[in-house]
């Protein structure tokens, strides 16, 4: 519906301004949403969002949100995590640092004012915000919207704002710098004008408002802030990363350990994003990294769940070339998870909450693989299925549940789960099986379901999840997927798939291309087969690259102190 509503009263002037459509319809889905399905928690939910536009923003190749493009293939391209995570994530953040009552006001002048042109660019936007601003006094009288919005819509990229504590006083010391996910040769000197909110033992009045504006251009800023357990950006309203002193990290990782409900779960989500992508980009070390993500022995919140997923997984594909590493890791995070089991169980309960319904299955992802009770459901249900020369799975809970002990199955199961699915005609069972069939390890299973890819029974989009769901899963099965595509000449037209699609499954091929020799060869492949997104992939291969010779050491010695 937002897409529609923004999309139908107010087109933007040029693609350049792709974003004043895109960005308000993602923001809203998740903000008008809060109104019908308040069990939800969508609004809390928007945390997906901003960490995934961080991410993506902090690439050193990423470009503004507002960017000039003329031919068909640029205005494609404008489709991406700018244009729809990024817009949004920064429209939330005036959300709250004008108040939600001006920004919404300001949006109905966006709307009233522009609404019989039916065109808009940004500076009608800015106009708006500007004139609600100004009303309700959001704003110095120094500044202007146009100032300050422009420095996030008209400039790539996002801040970090580092905060030092002066001694033992109440003073603190804020300075800002572009943030990138790998080290650059020369120092960015681009900045913003950041709305900095805080929380502290005495002091809360600012944790979702403006205490003040840190302008661009000035190298730090002194600010006073009485009470002790001091938070910057709380609940993660603005669009920016937060470091500290190696004393204030201290004082927050004890907070999440001792009493992490004092701490919003927004801002748990927060820290654990921050202080491991801070890490990756070499402005923390991993002994802090891990000290936060440490906490979730005790946390049982979906949203912490969902982010620490983002930033475990990532560390897991980044590590699995490793293959003592990668034990490692998963025998750490099987750890992690184990409370989750222990407070949600291994299946689902009626009338329970959905965020309780997928933070269990994380529990079933990671803490399944070294507990009795999964491997014993997931045994009766694999004997279940040669009884009876069928398998059918109908919850992700039931797929996860299984998956471990998928690995250990026979050449005989393989052959009950490929034609089960043939058989299955019902989308959300198909998509189970499918994600079950990943699970599988052995390569002459792994091959039996490929070469099963050329009968009529399967898709385009199911073909291409198979692909995707076995390089994902495994080394082995990433080598199997590598001969595959090396095998052919034509891909798209042999496997018989949408070209558009199996170009995405290209670029995430490359997130998992962990070594000289694979790098290399999928460089090979995407040149022969989809040489449009050569560049992004060159790009990725060698940001993975640089990530391993940097980080793998320390990520691996900070990870053994939890084993």
Known sequence: YTHQFFGNLLAPKWWSYLWLNEGFARFYQYYVSEFSHPELNMRDRFASVRTTALNSDASATIRPMTHYVETTAEISRLFDNIAYAKSASVLRMFNYALTEKTFQKGIRYYVQQNKDNGVVEEQDLFNSLQQAAAEDVRLPLSLTMNEVFSSWSNQPGAPAVTVTRVGTTNEYLFSQERFFNTPQDNPSTQSWWIPISYTSSSNTEYETRVAFWMPPGVSEVRYRIDGDQVRINPQATGYYRVNYDPEMWASIIRDLHENPNTIHKLSRSQLIDDSMQLAHAGKLDYDTAFKVMDYLREEVEYIPWETAAFNLDYLHRMLRSDKKASESLENYVADLAKKLLSTYGLEPVKGESANAEEVRLYGLKWACKNDEQCRAKANEKINRMRKRSSLEINSKSEQLLMCHQLRYINQLDIVTMVNSLRMTRDDRSRGYLIEALSCVEDKSSINYVL??????????????????????????????????????????????????????????????????????????????????????????????QSWIERNSAAVIEALNKYL
């Open 451 to 544: 070469n099963s890819l050329k009968l009529k029974d399967f898709n385009s989009n199911e073909k291409l999840q198979v692909i995707q769901n076995i390089f994902q899963n495994s080394v082995d099965g990433f080598d199997i997927i590598m001969e595959l595509l090396n095998s052919s000449t034509n891909v798209v037209e042999d496997l018989n798939v949408n070209r558009r699609a199996f170009h995405e499954i290209l670029e995430n091929l490359a997130e998992f291309a962990t070594d000289t020799e694979s790098a290399a060869q999928v460089m090979a492949i995407v040149e022969r087969e989809a040489p449009v997104i050569s560049a992004d992939v060159r790009t990725k291969l060698s940001e993975s």
